[in-house]
């Protein structure tokens, strides 16, 4: 009878398991959950700008921020220290390990409340990607079969990957590169072994553990985890001993990290067109910035505000007073600083590109310029005297009579001395002796739109921003190729691949080296003796050309160095006058200054003097002249002049 009954049980524990093995084999087989979510793993990554040494600027994200890393960029004893504690028999089971499960099961018990976890790291990333976080003993069931599922699908060292950049580590960061930039600003390859062992304790309870608020805590439970590394014997006592003295330098930062903001949203503004996920598509962007200038320019824009606030006795809290600073490689065009206002926290609106403001007397030498090249040269008298132009707009007669900035004339002046202090009624007179038309013509080429095809063009009645600025005075600063700023110089995808890589493009050929070569030297007049006498650095030659608006609503100054490119704007927003000396040469010059003598006491290498291209000569017949080349002679004669009235143009 006993007999009997033990082999009763014997088949009824037979069949149950048979029944169970059928119901697992079957539900193995009908489970059907998206595996793609984990098989082609692609999660939303954050992005990363760049300066042109490869720093960091800012990361861009959307909700998560996550950095994505490689298998291969995970050092091997991270991975030691995280199979360590989580999941020792990782490489050796297939997706569950019931021995885990059963030691779990009896410590749980015998504790009266859950002190330890079964779960592989193959469970604990099915639980994370395809299932819901509800406990039930059916959702226990699908974990395993889809771990097992999983495990057929990937390698371990896949599923490792996978995990490491899918859980979270607290503090906003998703993924192990992510909190390792984030807590340790390090790269993989660079943790020590106590903080890989201070991250991996982290996805146990993130905000327990966390080292920014919690560091004993944080410590202890890395300090576990090389215990439990060196009882399994995967580190040595010398290793163990080393890291358990440790203690990591813990770093609180923000999570998009963003040193340049300004910049930052002009790339975004820049790529999200082509790039509409940019900021989860895990791009890197290469820009052209150089963080060092960027700083500098920062700060010279700061100091040229400050004294202006102080001139006009007004607080730097309350004042409407802003501004913007562009520094440009004369060469290639690659924008090295960008500063789009003097504080971002109060204002993001970046005057550097998205502003355009009537540049005023900056714009003067455009005009000159096309005055050389038709065969003026700088010693050209030209006409400084009073005129009046009238006009109809809207049906009415209206009467214009421009003067200078200083309220006098003085007849006949030559042009270096004309644009050197920025004379008016000189600049109307030489625009009206050459002729609107054939002006706007030649003006076409520098690509500006909406340029008035009247008078009002002598004196910058038009709108630009700094950055078009920049542009246009690269037809000076580049030997008269016009060459548009460039700021993203590629992108590259997660992958590795360069989707888009930027190429110097010159926009037109403006005037020729030496013809380029008689303005800079004209500009270098301005810096040295003109209205941009507070542009100057000793020991520097620093060209460049102020601009004031009527009322002194905007202050320019736009030139250059040798190597560098800067351009200067200072005004209101509300478009109201800046006040009392807010001039170009007052308020825009003292940054343009500031700037440079930072930039060669930071490269002291770059270069100090303008070179003279063939073409240009300064002498004839053994004496010393004005400058003057093929197209813009020395006159046989002497010019003589006429008082006769020039036709009005307007």
């Not at 489970?31 to 082609?40: G, L, R, S």
């Not at 909700?63 to 020792?88: M, N, S």
């Not at 749980?108 to 079964?118: I, L, Q, R, S, T």
């Not at 905007?554 to 807010?582: H, L, M, Q």
């Amino acid at each position: 009878m006993i007999n009997q009954l033990i082999k009763g049980s014997i088949m009824l524990v037979i069949i149950f398991a048979i029944a169970l093995f059928a119901a697992f084999i079957y539900a193995y087989n009908e489970i059907q959950v998206d595996m793609d979510k984990i098989v082609n793993y692609r999660p939303k990554t954050s992005s990363v700008i760049l300066d042109h040494e490869g720093n960091k600027i800012a990361n861009l994200m959307d909700g998560k921020h996550r950095l994505y890393a490689k298998y291969d960029e995970i050092p091997g004893y991270l991975i030691e220290a995280l199979v360590a504690i989580e999941d020792t028999r990782f490489f050796e089971h297939e997706g569950i390990n019931p021995d885990a499960i059963i030691r779990a099961a009896i410590r749980n018990f015998e504790a009266g409340k859950k002190v330890e976890g079964g779960s592989t790291i193959t469970q604990q990333l099915v639980k994370k990607i395809l299932l819901s976080p509800k406990r039930s003993y059916t959702r226990k069931l699908k974990e395993a079969i889809l771990s097992m599922k999983v495990e057929n699908e990937l390698t371990k060292e896949e599923i490792l990957e996978r995990y490491l950049n899918e859980i979270s580590f607290g503090s906003g960061y998703f993924g192990i590169k992510t909190a390792a930039r984030g807590f340790f600003q390090k790269s993989l390859d660079e943790l020590t072994l106590k903080e890989a062992s201070m991250l991996v304790g982290l996805p146990n309870a993130p905000s327990h553990f966390n080292p920014i608020r919690h560091l004993d805590r944080a410590l202890k439970r890395a300090n576990t985890i090389l215990t439990r590394m060196k009882t399994l014997g995967w580190i040595h006592e010398d290793e163990y001993l080393s890291a358990i003295k440790e203690t990591p330098e813990i770093h609180r930062s923000t999570l998009t990290q963003n040193i340049a903001p300004y910049v930052t949203d002009e790339v975004v503004r820049r790529l999200k067109k082509e790039f509409k996920d940019i900021k989860i598509g895990g791009y890197t962007i290469y820009t052209t910035i150089d963080m060092k200038q960027q700083k500098i320019a920062r700060k010279a824009l700061k100091y040229a505000h400050r004294k202006v606030v102080k001139r006009q006795r007004e607080s730097i809290e309350n004042t409407t007073l802003n501004g913007a600073l562009l520094a440009v490689d004369n060469k290639t065009g690659d924008i090295k600083a960008m500063v789009g206002g003097v504080d971002y926290k109060k204002s993001a609106y970046n005057r550097a590109t998205m502003m355009t403001r009537q540049p005023g007397s900056a714009f003067k030498p455009f005009l000159y310029q096309i005055a050389l090249d038709m065969g003026y040269n700088p010693a050209t008298e030209l006409t400084d005297v009073s005129r009046t132009f009238q006009y109809y707009k809207n049906g009415k007669r209206v009467i214009w009579k421009p003067k200078n900035y200083e309220s006098n004339f003085v007849g006949f002046i030559k042009l270096r001395e004309a644009l050197v202090h920025s004379r008016n009624l000189a600049t109307i007179n030489l625009v009206t002796e050459i002729g609107v038309q054939r002006i706007f013509e030649k003006l076409k080429m520098l690509n500006i739109p909406h340029i008035p095809q009247d008078m009002s063009i002598s004196l910058g009645n038009l709108g630009l921003s700094p950055a078009k600025m920049a542009q246009i005075y690269s037809a000076f600063a580049n030997g008269g190729h016009m060459i548009e700023p460039r700021l993203i110089s590629k992108v590259v995808a997660r992958n590795g691949t360069i989707i888009y890589e930027a190429k110097n493009q010159v926009i037109a050929n403006f005037t020729k080296p030496e013809q380029a070569y008689l303005m800079t030297d004209i500009l270098k007049d301005i810096v040295t003796r003109g209205t941009g006498r507070n542009a100057q650095v000793p020991g520097i030659e620093l060209v460049g050309k102020t601009g004031t608006t009527n009322k002194n609503v905007d202050a320019w100054f736009c030139g250059y160095s040798p190597s560098t490119e800067v351009i200067v704007w200072i005004g209101r927003d509300n478009n109201r006058p800046i006040g009392k000396g807010g001039t170009g040469g007052g308020t825009a010059a003292p940054a343009f200054s500031y700037f440079f003598k930072k930039l060669y006491e930071l490269y002291p290498d770059l270069p100090r003097k303008f070179e003279v291209p063939d073409g240009v000569y300064n002498t004839r017949n053994g004496v010393r002249t004005e400058l003057y080349t093929d197209t813009s002679p020395l006159p046989t004669k002497a010019e003589t002049h006429t008082t006769e009235e020039f036709p009005d143009l307007f």
